[in-house]
């Protein structure tokens, strides 16, 4: 299961560095201060960062039976009728104690592990109501993995002895299903009185779903079951109950009550309401919480809570509904449902749905009224691995931390009148003797990194500094850091590309160990260049313009972004490892000491700041990118690690598979002629690396872009050429597969090169270059030959003038992004990603008369083109007629905004490729075994045979444009959704 298999994440540092996604290739943009021989080293006394600046938070924990620890303790309950708390420990120990805040020690109840061969688990434990009259309990537990049967729902019975015990022999087994990593195994009686059980995919993280059960209902996994165990029947120790959703469907299991769950670790009812919630693991990007229906499917693995994860699977008898509440991985990466708190020590909690985290330790309370969910916030920021609520027969609330082993409880934070002394400036940090010059405390020391990351042609210093003399522990796997240590990096601009003496601060990241966590901050530098201030927790940004002669213009118009401090854990997670920049392979580079270079791993060691030198056979090293006499495929591997390994590699955020970590040897990397998974862009026969060929390899076509799924996806704006041409080469290098050969895909560029050299030599009249040019943009491929061209100044200055000026007006976006930077400031899109509030949206007061006007009549919108609105307007989205019925003003301007973060089912975009080369997409409107049916964005419908197609794959993007309402002032969209919303 997710949880319990991260035990080595619970001794990872969490990492939130800022860190830019793509590599530098030029030398001269490393500002790193060479690391001077100080022995002994100076101790560091002068550091001011401690605390937070953030508000405190409403709750923290404490701890509720101080003198009580367990063993990686899994599950808390209370027995109906008992004064005592049960708690279950992973390897199979359960143990009960009296319930007082000063009992000294608790007693075996049973140890599974022993009683029962093979038991290697135990998740959880539950009573029967009627347990003061029959003492039934419940125990899920697992045994070895991947067996069909592994995982098993029994009924025991407990003794009413003084301490109780549980009897082995009384074991009566009610369920088995297959198990895996995901095995659920949560147990609660409903209101009903019936015992609802939580399954799990059977699966490990990945690959997703390997056992395609989300959607099936034909088995008991990926659900939540409901029985009854109060009656039998001839072949089972339980009965389903009738009213169950699926009893009369042909080939389902009745025991099903819903469906469509990843890894539901933990469920609760609300005792007043009845409502049953489900916390459901996520996969790679999200993290679920439901409120669960009869029959609701809950979409895993077609989706992964509201976002496509695998479209084309088949999907389960009921409609998808979307989660009650969904948490990015920024700030949740293994939910843990809690209850619905009714007690009375917290009065102002009661109503209050609680759930947490496990790795981030948050948790977070709502209410839930009129179907809507209200009053969502933060409660407390915890360190603790929470696993488990409970509650006792007085209804109080205890959490359970399951690598502490300790049982708390929530309680009011204490205010203070104490102001934060986190400090607002870089100069109250401790970390420099000058900040404008970038001096020092003694104590701070500089460092150099192998592979220089790519910052938006940003250069960096980088530090680091531990408080006093303390020492920084060598350990195989992961570093361990003195409480109070700071890394800095500040990155800085050229307002004249390549003259230094233009060079300006733009940001000083930090990131500050306090014991448990990296905290990072951000400050960004004043105007005058005398300081820096702190860096609102949300993120901001500035416009730089820089005097750059390859620009259009011969200017460069930069939006730099400075990251909120969730942001960092977009890519920097608990699973990213080690601290990204400051570790062996990154450290394993040589500084020049005048006389001859010196190893700065061995100077680290020499300086006390390294507890000892590296073992020369643990010295793992990147090669410079940017050093073009070393080989290409390592370069090339090394530009991959710096960038793209924190985040594309397992469980770390990136749903594509690909690993790109450099230690991977490439055939193991799912990158090498694997199918993209967040869609082909249009090129025929596309991989996420097609080897030998750049044209059919999405990686290259990501990194070329600008826009929507551009690569890196965050932390930076501008492309970075001397590391595309890297990536090309190498990719260009790798010996070809049989992939490499598809006679269609070699047919469209060996077209797209004769037109090409059609263009190049079309000097003589704009007609011929027209023609060359529709051609050469009639396809991605084409597209991208056509951009290389112009960023190589290998085309006349008539006929890329031309070029730039139709690729920008092209109405296929993935092509039209590859140009866009090759246009002056003020024709690029405005991205509405860095430039829409929302919120300032929301709030316009929107004219549904000019809305209308806006909807059926503005160019360059066109809703009406695909939606039908009455008798007006063309069916190939959605009829919204009463689209006010459905979606709130909040909902349609998302809808508006990122049309691809939910897709119903019928609108689903579908790719088709033909044998012969032609790529096609639109909504399925019909298939069978002679010919699919699809309708393109205008509405044509095209019909293919079914002979002549090569693959039909649904895509994770809508067919309506992101950008389309990318020339509307915020006014225009605002009375479009005052239109929209009084259409009901």
């Known amino acids: 299961m997710d949880r319990t298999t991260r035990d080595s994440a619970a001794t990872v540092v969490r990492w939130g560095l800022f860190v830019w996604l793509a590599c530098t290739l030029q030398l001269s943009l490393s500002a790193d201060q060479p690391l001077a021989k100080t022995d002994p080293r100076p101790a560091w006394t002068t550091s001011q960062i401690s605390g937070s600046p953030e508000p405190p938070l409403p709750y923290t924990t404490e701890r509720a039976f101080p003198s009580l620890s367990f063993n990686r303790c899994l599950d808390i309950t209370a027995a109906p009728g008992s004064d005592r708390l049960f708690v279950v420990e992973e390897r199979g120990k359960v143990f009960s104690f009296p319930n007082r805040s000063d009992v000294e020690s608790a007693d075996l109840v049973i140890d599974l592990a022993k009683a029962i061969p093979g038991v290697s688990r135990v998740y959880s434990l539950t009573f029967h109501p009627d347990f003061e009259t029959n003492r039934y309990c419940y125990v899920c537990y697992i045994k070895k993995a991947g067996e069909p049967d592994g995982t098993h729902v029994a009924r025991f019975k407990m003794t009413d002895a003084d301490p109780p015990t549980i009897d082995a022999a009384s074991e009566t087994t009610l369920l088995t299903w297959l198990s895996g990593g995901h095995n659920g195994c949560c147990l609660k009686f409903g209101p009903d009185g019936c015992l609802y059980i939580s399954t799990g995919d ?29 009656q039998t029947t001839a072949d089972r120790n339980y009965q389903i109950p009738p009213d169950n959703p699926f009893v009369d469907l042909a080939g389902a299991r009745g025991e099903v009550w819903a469906y469509g769950l990843r890894n539901p670790w933990r469920m609760s009812f ?14 790679e990007l999200w993290e679920m919480l439901n409120r669960i229906e009869r029959g609701g499917n809950y979409g895993w693995s077609v989706l992964e809570g509201s976002h496509p994860s695998n479209p084309e699977r088949k999907r389960g008898p009921t409609p998808i509904l979307p989660p009650t509440i969904e948490h990015s991985h920024t700030e949740s990466s293994s939910i843990t449902d809690g209850l619905t708190y009714v007690g009375s020590r917290l009065p102002e909690l009661r109503g209050t749905h609680i759930y947490g985290d496990y790795d981030t330790g948050k948790i977070w309370g709502f209410r839930y009224e009129a179907g809507q969910v209200v009053e969502h916030r933060e409660l407390a920021d915890t360190t603790h691995r929470i696993v488990s609520f409970g509650e006792d027969n007085n209804n109080a609330m205890y959490l359970l931390d399951h690598t502490a082993g300790t049982i708390q409880r929530l309680v009011a934070n204490q205010p203070t009148e104490q102001p934060s002394r986190f400090p607002r400036k870089l100069s109250e940090t401790g970390l420099f003797d000058s900040v404008v010059d970038q001096t020092p405390m003694p104590g701070v020391i500089p460092y150099s990194i192998a592979a220089q990351p790519w910052a938006d042609h940003a250069v960096a210093q980088r530090f680091v500094a531990v408080p006093g003399n303390g020492v920084i522990e060598t350990k195989p796997k992961t570093w361990a850091f003195p409480t109070g240590t700071v890394l800095v990096k500040t990155l800085s601009l050229d307002l004249e590309q390549g003259n230094p003496a233009t060079r300006q601060h733009v940001e000083t990241q930090i990131l500050h160990y306090d014991g448990i966590d990296w905290l990072p901050y951000t400050y960004a530098w004043n105007q005058q260049q005398t300081d820096a201030t702190l860096v609102p927790s949300d993120g901001d940004q500035r416009a730089f313009e820089i005097v750059n002669a390859a620009s259009p213009g011969g200017l460069r118009n930069q939006t730099w972004r400075f990251a909120g401090r969730a942001e960092c854990q977009r890519c920097h997670n608990s699973w990213s490892g080690p601290p990204l920049g400051f570790n062996t392979l990154q450290l394993n580079c040589d500084l020049d000491d005048g006389d001859a270079p010196v190893s700065q791993l061995d100077r680290l060691a020499e300086i006390g700041l390294i507890d000892k030198p590296i073992d020369p056979k ?21 530009y991959l690690q710096a960038n793209c390994a924190h985040c594309h590699r397992q469980h770390a955020g990136g749903a594509v598979l690909s690993k790109m970590h450099s230690d991977i040897p490439l055939a193991e ?23 030998g060929d750049p044209l059919r390899s999405v990686l290259w076509y990501r990194m070329a872009k600008l826009g ?22 190498w990719i260009g290098q790798l010996p070809p597969s049989e992939s490499s050969s598809d006679p269609a895909a070699l047919r469209r560029q060996a077209d797209a090169l004769a037109a090409l050299a059609e263009l190049e030599r079309s000097a003589e009249t704009e007609a011929d270059a027209e023609a060359s040019l529709e051609k050469l943009l009639s396809t991605t491929e084409g597209g991208l030959l056509l951009m290389r061209s112009l960023q190589q100044k290998s085309l006349p200055e008539a006929a890329a003038s031309l070029a730039i000026a139709r690729a920008a007006k092209h109405p296929d976006a993935g092509i039209r992004d590859l140009f866009e930077r090759f246009l002056p400031a003020d024709q690029r899109v405005e991205r509405l990603g860095n430039v829409v509030a929302t919120d300032q949206i929301l709030a316009f007061s929107g004219d549904a008369d000019r809305g209308r006007l806006v909807f059926f009549e503005t160019a360059g919108v066109s809703c009406k083109n695909c939606h039908r609105i009455g008798d007006t307007g063309t069916v190939v989205g959605p009829d919204l007629t009463t689209i006010g019925k459905k979606l709130s003003a909040a909902e349609l301007l998302e809808s508006i905004l990122e049309p691809s973060k939910r897709i119903d089912a019928p609108y689903l975009t579908y ?10 997409s639109g909504l399925l409107v019909d298939r069978d075994d002679n010919q699919v049916t699809l309708r393109e964005a205008t509405g044509t419908v095209v019909v293919v045979a ?39």
């Open 911 to 920: 790719l088709l490729e033909t044998i012969d080369g032609r790529v096609l």
């Open 669 to 691: 990397t799912n990158m090498l002629d694997a199918r993209p998974s967040q869609g082909t862009f249009g090129i025929h026969s596309a991989h996420v690396i097609t080897p």
């Open 946 to 984: 079914a002979d002549d197609i090569e693959q039909l794959v649904p895509q994770r993007k809508s067919l309506m444009p992101e950008l389309l309402v990318r020339d509307l002032t915020s006014q225009q969209v605002a009375d479009l959704l005052s239109y929209l919303i009084s259409l009901k």
């Open 270 to 283: 609300d005792s007043d309401t009845g409502d049953l919630w489900v916390g459901d693991v996520g996969w």
């Open 202 to 230: 059977g699966g490990p993280a990945n690959p997703p779903d390997p056992e395609h059960a989300g959607q099936d209902v034909s088995n008991l996994l990926s659900s939540i079951l409901r029985i009854d165990v109060d």
């Open 618 to 638: 643990d010295r793992e090293g990147l090669v410079d990118p940017s050093d073009t006499s070393a080989e290409t495929d390592p370069r090339a591997r090394a």
């Open 708 to 729: 929507s799924g551009r690569m890196p996806h965050i932390g930076s704006s501008e492309v970075d050429v001397a590391g595309l041409a890297l990536i090309e080469d």
